[in-house]
């Protein structure tokens, strides 16, 4: 029976090695995708810039008394807490763990105490039976924030942006991750490389996605659907809506609901 309950719920991590390649975009998207699918959803902030935080809308996150930094100090000190501490609900019908800048001072002090790996997981092994999916928008780094999510988690979603050669920082998060597999977390995936914020009128955006497709397509899902870019993706944070409020009939909402159908076909 408790096996049960462990398989019901899915836990995702978002995670790249480099900064502004769309993820926290994919994060709400997905979730709010999800949600729609009628999923009960949780994201977690897990990043002291609060990026997840402020595009759900709470623009000052540094404002918020309590926060995922909260969450985790009161693991390590053993101090008890409900299940409902800090969870903020979004207008489209998404849970948020917030995280601020409060969660930087978390990366040093974990480094410090017992299981420092494993803090985020006792959390997430808590809050299992009380979702249909858990997702997690990591800090575009491989500290201990991170590795305390991939260590939470049953798969990693890696958004790659189709502008840049990726492959040197892709190589580096895909070893980690094995390392993580090894060490911490014997069920962790990689779910997918998500290629984000493709403009198919330039051949270098279709020259990245055709290197990616040919130096991974073959041990790594690719979401088929890869996300184009489009200033209606860039303007929803400033919103605090997802795409699908905010351009419902756009190609953005729609490449983002086909990835949430890839993501709801690898339920297990
Ligand atoms: N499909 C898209 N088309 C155009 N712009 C996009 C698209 N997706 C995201 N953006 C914009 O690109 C920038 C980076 O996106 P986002 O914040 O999602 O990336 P990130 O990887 O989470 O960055 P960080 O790691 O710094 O938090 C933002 O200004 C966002 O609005």
Known sequence: MEEKVM???????LCSQKGGVGKTTSCVNLAVGLAKA??????IDNDPQGSMTASLGYHNPDELPITLATILTKIVEDEPFENTLGILHHQEGIDLIPANIELSGMEVS??????????????????????????????????????NALASVDAVIIPVQAAYLPVKGL????????????????????????????????????????????TYGNQIKIFPQSIPFSVRAA???????????????GKVAAAYWQMTQEVLLDER
């Open 171 to 214: 190589e580096q998060l895909i070893r980690t991750i094995g390392k993580v597999r090894r060490q911490l977390n014997k069920q962790l995936k990689i779910g997918g490389i998500l290629i984000t914020m493709v403009d198919n009128r330039t051949n270098y955006a279709r020259d990245i996605s055709d290197l990616i497709f040919d």
């Open 235 to 249: 303007e929803i944070s400033a919103e605090g809506i997802s795409i699908f409020e905010h351009d419902p009939k």
């Open 38 to 43: 009628g999923k009960k959803v949780l994201v």
């Open 110 to 147: 974990l480094v410090n105490i017992m299981s420092r790996e494993l803090v985020l997981k006792q959390y997430i092994e808590r809050m299992r039976g009380e979702y249909d999916y858990i997702l997690i928008d990591c800090m575009p780094s491989l500290g201990m924030l991170t590795i």
């Open 7 to 13: 398989k019901d719920c899915k836990v995702l991590a």
